[in-house]
């Protein structure tokens, strides 16, 4: 039995899971040409990773990750075409 301080196995990797999509998230971010947009959109995903941080119920975080996915896909395309 792990002691309470210390992440399962499961834990760990959906942790590191989350920290690569929020990663992912800010590089592409940096991508976007107007300095505003960019803080805007900065603003808006910590926004979104700490309104789900404390989320226990495995089929909203589960949804949370997919949505996160699709919208950092959205950006990468947006991106991609603005050039």
């Keep these: ?3 309470p301080g210390i992440p399962t196995l499961k834990q760990f990797l959906h942790r590191q899971r989350v920290l690569s999509l ?3 998230i800010l590089r592409a971010i940096r991508q976007v040409p107007d300095r505003h947009y960019q ?3 900065q603003e808006s995903a910590r ?3 700490k309104m789900n941080r404390e989320e226990k119920n495995e089929d909203a975080v589960r949804m949370a990750m ?3 996915n699709a919208q950092l896909k959205e950006l990468q395309k947006i991106i991609r075409l603005s050039k």
């Design 1 to 3: 039995m792990a002691s």
């Design 22 to 24: 929020y990663r992912k």
């Design 39 to 41: 803080v805007y959109l």
């Design 47 to 49: 926004h979104e990773f």
């Design 66 to 68: 997919t949505r996160g």
